[in-house]
């Protein structure tokens, strides 16, 4: 049987909204630093004003809902906003190595079929020639500066955010970003993930933000309550924002509150410095990296008593190597399992877990091993291949299940917190006739959908479902009359 991380109830809401909320309840607290550039930082509200002025002059551009639009630059302080930016347009996100040699680029491009691309100085010249062999290229904006395209900061200038306009989304069905596979097994193949993959994956406590005795995180609510947050948080960074696992960090460390510290490149000495200044609590690392930290020398000279925790991805990580480099910076090490089809942390490693062992399966995730050749499951022992998919449960999926019941007036859906499972489904109802009895609910559920998306934290009769002047569900509230 696949095993199951736990239901996991995404709220219907786009990538960009829920950023948006976010932003603006962080405030003026710094979100990203660029180290590499001698600290210079951007708040959330610095974000949120930016990404929409982005999100307008994209309108005023012609761009429509669906259009695509690349991103090719190393990391920098404007990624932080051209990602929501550019989702707020109604358009979809597809990063681009701006190291790629033009044969590369086009591959992707044609597959992808950008409009227009926000492009650093470094890369400008290559992505002139890609241009010049891709009619669905119309338009290049350089970030920095440029005599022969338009500048991004210039543009922005004299954009009014006054003038974007709602673009509606389809969470579980509009596209957010295209990203490249490895290609490990052949050219890069593009991986479409939606705002809910997106969503999904950010509602929870990040493995990177927290320390925690298990993933049982509840899921943040994105209506009227403050998301939990540790704000003296710092997260280190090298990973490139083009790069799948990038997009995932500047979206999650976003969303959850974290400060960002990032560089443009590596080295053992200058992350070390980098950690001390800026007091960093967690270090996103790859392999090649736990190796160096665990070779440095001189490590005594710096003061690293905030760090707490290592996350690792991208390759196993020896027992000997995980035991050596908790022993000699006090911290715990957290290996993580991810693929760039799941858009999500699948597996990783929680306080007590047996270091030899591949950890948790995250919540939100179904699991199981079957054999290459015959695709059956595996028994205990046996070798095969992972396959994942997705257990997230949509709270308005299971509401418009629930509303065609002829006896119901109302209902919301909400998660409740189960010490195994995290959280588990449960509907608020309204009655239209008084008979309406928790089995009839049951049953519409189970006869619609699937096992897991099941009312498994039951079903409780209410006089009202509390909404906001809107019409929006206010689930704070209404979790609070689950859990009362």
């Known amino acids: 049987m696949p095993v199951n991380g736990g239901e996991l109830l995404v709220p219907n809401i786009s990538l960009h909204e829920l950023l948006w909320q976010r932003f603006q309840q962080y405030g003026d607290d710094v979100a990203f630093v660029d180290a590499s550039k001698n600290g210079e930082s951007i708040t959330y509200r610095d974000i949120y004003r930016q990404s929409r002025k982005c999100a307008a002059y994209l309108q005023s551009q012609g761009i429509q809902k669906g259009d695509v639009i690349s991103i090719g630059a190393p990391n920098c302080l404007e990624y932080t906003f051209l990602i929501p930016g550019i989702l707020g347009s109604g358009a979809i996100v597809t990063p681009c190595n701006p190291y790629y040699k033009p044969g590369e680029i086009l591959h992707q491009f044609r597959i992808s079929e950008p409009k227009m691309m926000f492009v650093s100085e470094e890369a400008l010249d290559t992505m002139k020639a890609v241009k010049a062999e891709l009619p669905c290229l119309k338009k290049l904006v350089v970030i920095g500066k440029s005599d022969e395209f338009p500048a991004l900061h210039e543009v922005l200038s004299r954009t009014d955010e006054a003038t974007l306009k709602e673009v509606e989304i389809h969470p579980a069905?509009?596209?957010?970003?295209?990203?490249?596979?490895?290609?490990?097994?052949?050219?890069?193949?593009?991986?479409?993930m939606t705002h809910r993959n997106y969503v999904a994956s950010n509602i929870l406590k990040h493995p990177w933000t927290m320390e925690r005795s298990r993933i049982t995180a509840k899921v943040n609510e994105v209506d009227e309550e403050t998301p939990v947050r540790d704000p003296t948080s710092a997260a280190y960074v090298e990973r490139p924002m083009y790069h799948t696992a990038g997009v995932a960090l500047v979206v999650g460390l976003a969303a959850a509150g974290t400060k960002c510290v990032f560089e443009s490149d590596f080295d053992v000495v200058k992350m070390l410095k980098t950690v001390e200044k800026y007091q960093v609590t967690v270090a996103v690392?790859?392999?090649?990296?736990?190796?160096?930290?665990?070779?440095?020398?001189?490590?005594?000279?710096?003061?690293?008593?905030?760090?707490?925790?290592?996350?690792?991805?991208?390759?196993?990580?020896?027992?000997?190597?995980?035991?050596?480099?908790?022993?000699?910076?006090?911290?715990?090490?957290?290996?993580?399992?991810?693929?760039?089809?799941?858009?999500?942390?699948?597996?990783?490693?929680?306080?007590?877990?047996?270091?030899?062992?591949?950890?948790?399966?995250?919540?939100?995730?179904?699991?199981?091993?079957?054999?290459?050749?015959?695709?059956?499951?595996?028994?205990?022992?046996?070798?095969?291949?992972?396959?994942?998919?997705?257990?997230?449960?949509?709270?308005?999926?299971?509401?418009?299940?629930?509303?065609?019941?002829?006896?119901?007036?109302?209902?919301?859906?909400?998660?409740?917190?189960?010490?195994?499972?995290?959280?588990?489904p449960k509907a608020l109802v309204v009655r239209k006739d008084a008979d309406l009895t928790s089995d009839e609910v049951h049953k519409i559920v189970e006869e619609h959908l699937v096992d897991y998306k099941h009312l498994r934290g039951g079903v409780q009769f209410v006089d009202r479902i509390p909404k906001s002047l809107l019409g929006k569900i206010r689930r704070n509230l209404l979790k609070k009359m689950a859990t009362e």
């Open 173 to 192: 069905e509009d596209i957010a970003v295209i990203v490249q596979s490895g290609g490990t097994t052949g050219l890069p193949k593009a991986v479409a």
């Open 285 to 424: 690392c790859v392999p090649p990296m736990v190796i160096d930290l665990v070779n440095a020398e001189g490590v005594e000279k710096y003061d690293l008593s905030h760090l707490r925790e290592i996350c690792c991805g991208g390759a196993v990580l020896a027992p000997d190597l995980i035991r050596r480099i908790m022993e000699k910076y006090q911290v715990a090490l957290r290996p993580l399992y991810s693929m760039t089809e799941a858009s999500i942390i699948c597996v990783g490693m929680i306080p007590g877990n047996n270091i030899a062992s591949c950890g948790n399966l995250q919540r939100g995730v179904e699991l199981k091993i079957v054999d290459l050749e015959s695709r059956h499951e595996c028994g205990p022992e046996k070798e095969g291949e992972i396959l994942i998919r997705s257990a997230q449960v949509s709270p308005a999926e299971l509401e418009s299940v629930i509303l065609k019941h002829p006896k119901v007036l109302d209902v919301g859906v909400v998660g409740i917190p189960d010490e195994a499972s995290g959280e588990l």
